[in-house]
Structure formats: structure tokens, C-alpha cells
């Protein structure tokens, strides 16, 4: 079975992330089966001193998977590497909060075959970051020649993630 669309869990409802609970002082319940994460690279590029740096913004608070954050990493790095020799890239969320799925049979005639529950507590499905409203997903640090290419490479991650995003130029005073 393929992925849910991402419109099911986009919005932060109010409830606490779903990550692992401390039981005891010494002791933590870690919870079982939870997938892999696609997002393995968080930082990429040339570490040097660059005097601008560009930041990819979320309007509105949202919750971003895993695989969306991994799309918009290698659609920028993909992007920016073509375009210039020197930038530093970095992810500044982690998919720490645990998306849960109640499988329920999806065949013709399944009210028959399968009544389903209220309020499921589900299975571990997928990893999400919890960003609030006007915090940066992605830094992308170049020379100011090279501003209007990475304008491009954000624009092109902004288009991968599920909330409306806004780039911000800011000079790095050395």
C-alpha cells in the first residue's frame, strides 16, 4: 500500500508529539516499529564564510514528513550544485514526531467485510517534523553573486513541502 497524501497529516492538532515517553527516572519506554527515516543529510555544501544566507520560511504551523523534507533537500541541492561551485545547505528541522495509521481494508463491499473503530490508536507508519509558523526548514548559505540562483533553488524545495513558504535574504556581516 502506497502513501496516505500528505493532507492527512499536514495540520498540527493540539495534542502533544508523539515521540518516546519517559515512564521512570532511569528508565524509558522507546516505541517499537517505527520506519526509517529517508532524511539522512542534514547539512551539504562547502563549509566557508559566505556573506548571505537565504532562509526558506513556513507561513502557517504544519507538520512535514519525512519524505517531503528529503524531496526538498534534493530538489535545492540539485538545483544549486548545477548553479554554483560554493554553498553550504543545511535542514534545520528533525522528524522527531511519530505518525500513527489505523490500516483499514480499502476492497469494494468493505462496511461487510471490516467495521473499523472510533478513535484507533494505529500502527507507526511514518516520522514528521512539527514546525511552527516563521521558523526556518532550510538555510542556504552562498556569495552574494550567487543570490538569485539560490532564490531559484529554495523556490523549487518550497514546492515540495505541504504549507506555503516565504524566502528571506540576510546579509552576514564578517
Known amino acids: 500500500m502506497g502513501l496516505r ?17 519517559a515512564i521512570k527516572v532511569h528508565k524509558k519506554n522507546y516505541i517499537k516499529g517505527v520506519p526509517g527515516m529517508k532524511l539522512k543529510l542534514f547539512e551539504m555544501g562547502v563549509k ?10 513556513i507561513k502557517n504551523n504544519a507538520q512535514i514528513r ?14 544549486i550544485k548545477k548553479n554554483t561551485n560554493f554553498f553550504f545547505l543545511k535542514v534545520m528541522v528533525f522528524p522527531h514526531h511519530i505518525l500513527r495509521e489505523h490500516a483499514q481494508a480499502a476492497i469494494a463491499q468493505a462496511d461487510r467485510f471490516y467495521q473499523g473503530m472510533a478513535h484507533p490508536f494505529g500502527k507507526p507508519k511514518s516520522t514528521a517534523a512539527r514546525v511552527r509558523s516563521h521558523k526556518a526548514v532550510i538555510k542556504l548559505y552562498v556569495y552574494k553573486e550567487n543570490i538569485e540562483d539560490a532564490k531559484i533553488a529554495l523556490k523549487r524545495a518550497g514546492m515540495k513541502l505541504p504549507a506555503s513558504t516565504r524566502i528571506t535574504v540576510d546579509d552576514i556581516a564578517l
Open 5 to 21: 497524501p500528505a493532507r492527512i497529516y499536514r495540520n498540527m492538532d493540539n495534542k502533544r508529539p508523539y515521540t518516546r515517553r
Open 66 to 79: 519525512h519524505n517531503a523534507l528529503e524531496a526538498a533537500r534534493v530538489a535545492s541541492n540539485s538545483y
Open 48 to 57: 566557508k564564510d559566505y556573506n548571505t544566507c537565504l532562509s526558506l520560511y
